[in-house]
């Protein structure tokens, strides 16, 4: 693992799966060639979780001088769209990956696949089984029990070749039969009792249209393609690991190449759901706005909200590669973009709940401008212009009509500097004669304490961000916070789903200002507004209506680093 400490510039010792790339290499198996690959089967999009094994195997890949695979585990027709294979191909890309001239689809191997079946058959390995799906699961046993022999296991090797040519060949309808591997149902494994390894499904498949009414399951063509692509490592999550024998077994059985298969932990992350289906419900039923709505954790949704890939790929460095499934604290994540934005993100000042302060004694017309630093972690972007005028927004919370001792903002008889600007003091207040709410502070300023003014240095408790009245632009903002309200949405009360912790508040619209130097922002623009938060331009904003997302707060919230393993 890596050290805990982001901040640890020190080099990081390997991970197992680079010590045991490391000792091939060094032993010259497979020719010290090392070939990875990341195949997502294409049935959704991705997400976060999806994200650290595309770093994970394009990473290596790239470390180790070798070559990584695209390849689309394309083997379910129903459940498949062009869609999803674009979507996926975009998120690899912008992640900052390149599979160069290696996109393949285990589509490409249906008829390479066809012949090992066809060599199990012979070897008397495989036999087409007549039972329903609901019958060989109420057959297969359990763990520890074991299940019962198929009625059609002992049907003869020419008995079988003419039925898998018929099924092939679009002779039967859809469930009446199946190819099952012949290895036994005893063991304890359930993986490995007789497992499917064909069924008929008469469906149109994005890339070979008709050509097919039988596809392999899963896990015949995973492993099998990996052979034919001469992938050295074999890199999968830990809930392959049950399927390795299996893998290993039909290896064996139709005499080819073998690639090594290394299981790692799967990433979960606090206040996320993961899977596939509960992702797909909440866009179904609306609960989101879709696959990149920004609180999903799908790849889209995240680059849409307005994370960098170099965040991701940070993070993903930082939480390494472990043997044992553990729970990430999303805050991590959020640091990561933080301390990422930090760097890049130009500062604007943004009101997002404007209070109007007048400065009486300042005098009318155009007003001035201020000079203001762009981004202090980078000198190269320069300064910029801020208009300042006679009237200001502020944020109502910045003002208190009667204040508590360590309150440090605008209140009567109290001095605030205004950022890049002068210090001001509140003379008095309008209030609202209905509501009693306060609409106007009425302010004098010191004109001496501008920057290079006599008095620029004096010294006052308090520092407002602001903007103008006069000439700030209008904008809708996008406050976000998590989806979900408690730490692990699948661990519900038994009666309750991870639908009931669904957080209420996750999104509120606000119509804000923000200074004029925001205004021809671009898509995927990210700015820091002072005193506020990372935000960047939306997919739907427009010249004529700006729209910003909030990325993440500048409070870093991350207090739990260490429990990080």
């Known amino acids: 693992m890596t050290e805990n400490n982001p901040k640890n510039e020190e080099k990081r010792s390997l991970n197992f799966i680079e010590e045991i790339i490391e000792e091939d290499i060094r032993t010259g198996k497979n020719n010290s060639r090392v070939h990875t690959r990341f195949p997502p089967e294409p049935n959704g999009y991705l997400h976060i979780g999806h994200a650290k094994s595309i770093c994970l195997n394009f990473g290596l890949g790239k470390k180790y001088n070798g070559k990584t695979?695209?390849?689309f585990d394309d083997t379910n027709p129903v459940k498949e769209d062009i869609e999803y294979v674009d979507s996926i191909m975009e998120d690899v890309r912008w992640l900052g990956f390149d599979w160069e001239d290696r996109l393949f689809y285990a589509s490409d191997y249906f008829e390479q696949l066809y012949e090992y079946a066809l060599i199990l058959i012979r070897k008397g390995k495989a036999f087409v089984c007549d039972m329903s799906a609901e019958e060989i699961a109420e057959t297969r046993g359990a763990p520890t029990r074991p299940g019962t022999e198929s009625p059609y296991r002992n049907r003869t090797v020419e008995e079988n070749l003419e039925l898998f040519t018929k099924m092939r060949a679009g002779v039967f309808p859809d469930g009446s039969k199946v190819l099952r591997a012949k290895i036994g149902m005893n063991s304890p494994n359930m993986h490995m009792r007789d497992p499917v390894l064909y069924r008929i499904i008469h469906a149109t498949h994005h890339r070979t249209g008709d050509k097919w009414c039988i596809y392999p399951m899963y896990d015949f063509a995973h492993g099998q393609s990996d052979s034919i692509e001469r992938i050295t490592h074999s890199i999968c999550t830990l809930e392959f690991e049950v399927h390795r024998p299996l893998y290993d077994w039909f290896i064996k059985e139709i005499?080819?190449?073998?690639?090594?298969?290394?299981?790692?932990?799967?990433l979960n992350?606090?206040?996320?759901?993961?899977?596939?289906?509960?992702?797909?419900?909440?866009?179904?039923?609306?609960?989101?706005?879709?696959?990149?709505?920004?609180r999903m954790p799908?790849?889209?949704?995240?680059?849409?909200?307005?994370?960098?890939?170099?965040?991701?790929r940070n993070f993903a460095d930082i939480i390494g590669v472990a043997k044992r499934d553990n729970v990430i604290d999303v805050s991590l994540l959020e640091f990561c973009v933080r301390e990422d934005l930090n760097k890049r993100a130009d500062r604007r000042m943004a009101?997002?709940?404007?209070?109007?302060?007048?400065?009486?004694?300042?005098?009318?017309?155009?007003?001035?401008?201020?000079?203001?630093?762009?981004?202090?972690?980078?000198?190269?972007k320069g300064k910029r212009k801020i208009p300042f005028s006679r009237e200001l927004f502020i944020e109502q919370e910045d003002f208190m009509e009667d204040p508590p001792a360590k309150f440090f903002r605008l209140a009567p008889g109290r001095e605030v500097r205004l950022k890049y600007a002068y210090i001001v003091r509140c003379e008095n207040f309008i209030k609202d004669s209905e509501t009693g709410k306060i609409t106007e502070v009425h302010c004098t300023y010191d004109p001496m304490t501008?920057?290079?003014?006599?008095?620029?240095?004096?010294?006052?408790?308090?520092?407002?961000?602001?903007?103008?009245?006069?000439?700030a632009i209008r904008a809708e903002v996008r406050l976000y916070e998590r989806l979900f309200n408690k730490e692990n949405p699948d661990d519900m009360p038994e009666g309750q789903s991870y639908k009931d912790c669904i957080n209420p508040e996750s999104l509120h619209l606000v119509n804000g200002f923000i200074e004029p130097a925001a205004e021809n922002s671009q898509v995927l623009d990210k700015?820091?507004?002072?005193?506020?938060?990372?935000?960047?331009?939306?997919?739907?904003?427009?010249?004529?209506?700006?729209?910003?997302?909030?990325v993440v707060s500048l409070k870093d919230s991350w207090t739990k680093m260490e429990k990080v393993k």
């Open 298 to 312: 799908t790849i889209c949704g995240l680059r849409r909200r307005g994370y960098t890939p170099e965040s991701i």
């Open 269 to 294: 992350l606090s206040y996320t759901v993961m899977s596939k289906r509960k992702l797909l419900e909440l866009v179904k039923e609306g609960y989101v706005s879709g696959w990149d709505d920004p």
């Open 527 to 550: 700015y820091q507004f002072e005193r506020i938060g990372y935000f960047s331009v939306d997919k739907d904003s427009s010249p004529q209506n700006l729209i910003f997302n909030r």
């Open 351 to 380: 009101v997002l709940n404007p209070l109007k302060v007048i400065i009486d004694n300042y005098p009318d017309g155009p007003g001035e401008e201020m000079e203001a630093i762009n981004n202090p972690e980078d000198e190269t």
């Open 255 to 266: 005499g080819i190449y073998a690639p090594r298969q290394i299981e790692f932990a799967r």
């Open 450 to 471: 501008k920057s290079g003014m006599p008095n620029s240095s004096r010294k006052v408790k308090g520092t407002l961000h602001w903007v103008s009245a006069q000439y």
């Open 69 to 71: 695979n695209l390849r």
